[in-house]
């Protein structure tokens, strides 16, 4: 049953009249759907057969490297790039193969990407080879691995936009922007009028885009140095010599406490942009028309939330495999290595119990995590409907208004009291656990592993299922008993957050792949594909 739309206007009614901001993102839209048509030329080609092996090479190694999915083809660049900037190699060495390897790996679809991008690519290598190279010599100390990995992300990112141009997100992201800023007044944000700008921008790019730390760098770096797309040569002199103090001023940016408190708060507005991009993706000229006819701008607003539940269920069950794949596999590994041999050389005792409730219990968990979401309603989409109405067709004066405090205002003695009792009730949640694996007859070692994958799946089917909730616009208050639930799971989901962030940084599996196993293979890759090349000039010699 479709929806009711009694919220358009009448078809004889005035066209509406839209805010500044609003007649400014239909004019950067329009201009960048009208920029996004390339010209004719030559593609880019692989060997399919050849690009299999890569494509299926990626697959696996993403298994293992659990990160979101719209991040794998920008952390593929700086993979890449890691790789293959060497010392002495030019820019031109390294943007065919770094845009072959893409294609082979299925990040980029094979015959479609333009030989003309590689020019694109080239000049943006040798902006940040020029750029390295003149911190090198303007300030020795400032040129470290740390410094120049930190440059390198921020690089990944501006190079996967070259192959796909942002200009109709950044539009949106300006949209969301100084939506927001409109309807939220803070009360307690004391901080400079730029300083809370950038915040905010930060804040949105995590939000709108599920922005990483790679593309936030790029995109605080493009606002702190304006000209850092095209930048003349006086330009990238004056940046070098900025380079580490541009550094410190970001990252303290990105870790700045209340930057939590601003993205919850822009995620409770993610969901009408979204939705919003997906229309207009389907019917780009309703940004020229101003939205008009109406009737068929909401028809396609609800077929983007249909579309959208549907995938986000897609993505959930993708995603519960993979968290599955990855505990797993990191499973056997530890029993292989830890818990198998503790038993049989330390313990002196195999004991089946414990090693099959390892191996189950995390998947049956992820299993009733994922089982448990639902797919929103049509009153949900009508909730999203009147956002859109709102945000699209009120001026700012008429928009609803929102008072927001950062820091919350507790005497330290509250403030003790409280930590003591999380203290007691994560003490005593882990405690129970262990006192439950003690009895099932568990040895240290595998319960202590059997806590820490408990932990981590917990960690990761809560996460999951946030970001199916972030279409979810009628939010339920719950009951007694989920408010129970998530009290008691709330420790062990913490605990594993805690691991998952530490252990992140030393994943053997992505060590063994990325350092040990990557380079050679992709090199084979490259040699056998040249050699079916080679044979293929023969065959032409031929005829």
């Not at 691995?145 to 109709?168: D, G, R």
């Not at 007044?185 to 730029?194: A, S, Y």
């Not at 962030?501 to 196993?517: E, G």
Request: proline fraction near 4%.
């Amino acid at each position: 049953m479709p929806l009711d739309y009694s919220l358009n206007k009448p078809a004889n009614e005035p066209e509406k009249k839209f805010s500044p901001h609003m007649e400014r993102f239909l004019g950067s839209y329009q201009e960048a759907v009208r920029a996004s048509v390339e010209e004719p030329a030559a593609k880019i080609q692989v060997n399919l057969v050849i690009g299999a092996l890569s494509f299926v090479y990626e697959k696996f190694r993403n298994l293992i490297d659990y990160k979101d999915e719209h991040l794998l083809r920008k952390n593929a660049i700086q993979r890449i790039l890691t790789r293959r900037v060497l010392p002495g190699i030019e820019p031109s060495d390294v943007a065919r193969p770094l845009t072959e390897e893409l294609v082979r790996s299925g990040y980029l679809k094979n015959n479609t990407v333009p030989e003309t991008k590689l020019l694109h690519v080239e000049q943006i290598l040798g902006k940040y080879f020029y750029f390295l190279e003149k911190v090198s010599k303007l300030s020795p100390e400032t040129y470290n691995q740390s410094n120049v990995n930190w440059l390198w992300s921020a690089a990944a990112a501006e190079i996967e936009e070259s192959f796909f141009p942002k200009a109709t997100d950044r539009a949106l992201l300006d949209l969301m922007l100084q939506t927001v800023k409109n309807k939220v007044q803070f009360v307690d944000l004391k901080v400079g009028e730029e300083e809370k700008n950038l915040l905010l921008f930060i804040a949105n790019l995590k939000s709108l885009w599920r922005a990483d730390i790679g593309i936030i760098r790029y995109e605080i770096l493009r606002k702190l140095w304006p000209n850092w797309r095209a930048p003349s040569q006086d330009e990238l002199d004056q940046y070098a010599g900025d380079f580490e103090k541009t550094i410190q001023q970001i990252d303290k940016l990105i870790t700045k406490p209340v930057g939590e408190k601003l993205l919850r708060l822009f995620q409770r507005y993610t969901v009408f942009f979204d939705i919003l991009r997906d229309a207009l993706l389907k019917k780009p000229e309703l940004a020229r028309t101003k939205f008009y006819p109406y009737e068929d701008f909401w028809a396609k607003v609800e077929k983007a939330c249909e579309n959208r539940y549907h995938e986000s269920r897609n993505k959930l069950r993708r995603s519960m495999v993979r968290s599955v794949i990855y505990i797993f596999i990191t499973k056997i590994f530890l029993a292989i290595l830890i818990e198998v041999p503790f038993d049989l050389f330390v313990a002196e005792e195999f004991r089946y119990l414990p090693i099959g409730l390892n191996v189950l219990v995390p998947p049956l968990l992820m299993f009733i995590l994922g089982a448990s979401v639902r797919v929103p309603s049509k009153k949900n989409t009508q909730k999203i409907i009147q956002g859109l109405d709102e945000i699209l067709f009120k001026s700012p004066e008429e928009q609803e208004k929102i008072l927001m405090q950062t820091v919350v205002r507790r005497s330290k003695t509250t403030t003790t009291i409280f930590n003591a009792v999380y203290a007691i009730i994560f003490t005593g949640i882990i405690g129970g656990i262990i006192y439950v694996l003690h009895r099932l007859n568990f040895n240290i070692v595998s319960g202590a592993i059997f806590i820490i994958f408990l932990s981590m799946i917990s960690f990761f089917g809560f996460r999951i299922r946030r970001g199916a909730h972030e279409l979810v616009v009628i939010k339920s208050n719950g009951n007694l008993f989920t408010l129970l639930f998530e009290l008691l799971f709330l420790p062990v989901v913490r605990l594993g957050r805690w691991i998952s962030l530490k252990s992140s940084k030393i994943n053997f599996f992505i060590f063994v792949f990325d350092v040990i196993i990557e380079a050679p293979f992709k090199a084979l890759v490259e040699a056998l594909e040249d050699l079916l090349n080679f044979f293929k000039e023969k065959k032409e010699e031929v005829y």
